[in-house]
């Protein structure tokens, strides 16, 4: 995705789990599961363009702050 440098986005869990990878923001994950409900991947911030967001089971939803 290409996200200005600062953007702040949130990967949210529409499925009972969803195992998700980022890279290029200031909280990367790897492989992490997201529980449905659970902010876990809430109000991080891409760091780098381009933000690299990898859905590897469930299913996802990433929400982007482009107001600023």
Do not use: K, Q
């Amino acid at each position: 995705l290409h996200l200005p440098a600062e953007t702040t986005f949130s990967v949210l869990s529409l499925a009972p789990v969803s195992v998700v990878s980022l890279a290029g923001s200031s909280y990367p994950l790897g492989r992490a599961e997201l529980p449905f409900g659970v902010g876990l991947g809430v109000s991080n911030r891409a760091t780098a363009e381009p933000l690299t967001a990898t859905l590897h089971g469930g299913a996802a939803l990433l929400l982007a702050d482009l107001s600023a």
